[in-house]
Structure formats: C-alpha cells, structure tokens
C-alpha cells in the first residue's frame, strides 16, 4: 500500500483555515495533513522538518508570507498552491509556475480540479516549482507604482484629514477602526490593516504583531518587558508597541 500523500496548509484566517481542511477531508480522504499554521514562520518550521508533498499557501501571512514558505517545500520537492482573495495575485501565481491557485472563498468544484492536477504532477518527476519564478512573482507583488499609498484620508474629530505617507509613525488596529499615528497627532480609518498591508513599501513599513505596523526608522531598539515580552521603543516617543513571536524574526542582530 503506498505511503499517504502528506500536505501543509498555511492560512492566517481562521474560518478560511477550517474550510479548506474540512474540504480537503471530504475531496482528498487520503491525504495527510501534518501540519495546519496560521503564520508563515510555524509553516516554516513544519516545512522543513516533515518535507510536505503538497502545501496549501496563503500569498499574505503574518511574519514571513507564502512566497517564503514555498521556497523551502520547493527545496523540499513539494508542490505548491497558493490561496489568495485577490484575483490579480492567483493569476500571477499560476503564471510563475505554482502548480495551481484557488481564489478565496475556495469553491468545492475548483478545489477538485486543483485535486486532480495535484494527484496527476505528483506522478511526475518534474513536478517541481523551480525557484526563480517565485523570485520573479515575489517582485511583481511588490507594491510599487500606482499601487503605493502616499496619502490617507483620515477622520480627526469632527474633520477629514489627508496625511501624507511620509508622516505616519505607525498604524494600530483598534477593534474595528486603524489609528494612523504621526510625529504631532493621530486619527483613524476603517481600512483593515491587512488591506494597507498591500500598498505599504515592505521597505519601509514591517507588520511587527498582528494589529501594528510600524515605519522602520522610527524604531529605536527592541526590549523585553517586564513580563518578558517583546516590545519596541520608538524614537522620541513614550509608548512602546508589542511584538509577536510570529515577526521577532525581524530583529535577529539589531
């Protein structure tokens, strides 16, 4: 009896997770999931310690997102799909070489047809995604261009404010608002974090915990609290902003 197909699936939100395994379970029963994260660095660690077959991966994921992920089951010699709620990102997918992409909410009858591509290249020696491809589409969904944010319109009080990219210190999600926080002032937007995430310049901006971003050179130094928490000191100002596990990779040797 042959050995069990074995997958990763790596999916930031929740109730996207639970659906895909639970379609999976249904479209693939013999297929072995080893592993099911919600960040990029947790499908790292999975990815190299069990060597998926296949891995189901979420374009943007806290930390380290799916391109970095499917490099290391590529060097495993898995296949990839990657999973995205935006069009544009899954047609460049597919056309760098990902053995499919499923646009989000994923429907059953396309889930199948990537089922059966998957079963027909794991039959294949060269199934695999060679890694220059994914350097190429990791370029091309740097934002850039048109696509950058320059300014926000913001609510401040009873007006409407337009800040300037270059002013914002940090974004923090607040229940279902975004403080925009500046150098003199802060306001608020409805856009969700995840959405500005898009148009940011990962240059300059780092998601450093799942409801802050924060312009890298306002940061100061990186500490422990009192509790043992990571938190960062920002320059010239008094608060300091949390860390998660999921992006302390960020700040190896600072």
Not at 29 to 37: K, R, S, T
Not at 210 to 217: E, F, H, S
Request: proline share 6%.
């Amino acid at each position: 009896m042959n050995a069990p197909v074995t997958a990763l699936i790596a999916e930031d939100e929740a109730p996207q997770r639970a659906a895909l395994l639970d379609l999976l379970a249904e479209q693939w029963p013999e297929l072995e999931v080893v592993g099911a994260c919600e960040d990029g660095p947790s499908a790292l660690l999975i990815a190299a310690e069990r060597r998926p077959q296949v891995a189901f991966l979420d374009i943007r994921m806290p930390g380290i997102g799916g391109l970095d992920v499917a490099r290391a089951v590529v060097a495993g010699g898995g296949l990839v799909v990657f999973t995205t709620a935006y069009d544009e990102y899954a047609v460049r997918a597919f056309d760098a070489g990902a053995a499919d992409y499923l646009l989000k909410p994923i429907q059953p009858a396309r889930l199948r047809r990537t089922v059966e591509r998957l079963r027909a290249r794991l039959a294949r020696p060269d199934g695999i995604v060679p890694a220059a491809p994914l350097d190429a589409l990791e370029a091309r969904l740097r934002p850039h261009g048109d696509r950058l944010i320059r300014w926000i319109s913001a609510s401040a009080g009873d007006s409407v404010r337009m800040i300037g990219i270059d002013e914002v210190v940090y974004f923090q999600a607040q229940d279902k608002y975004v403080r925009v926080v500046t150098g003199a002032d802060e306001a608020v937007i409805r856009t969700p974090l995840k959405e500005l995430l898009a148009g940011l310049d990962p240059d300059l901006f780092w998601q450093v915990h799942r409801g802050v971003v924060v312009r890298v050179a306002a940061i100061e130094r990186l500490r422990k609290d009192e509790f043992g928490r990571a938190v960062l000191r920002l320059k010239g100002r008094a608060e300091t902003l949390p860390v998660s596990a999921a992006f302390a990779h960020r700040f190896r040797g600072m």
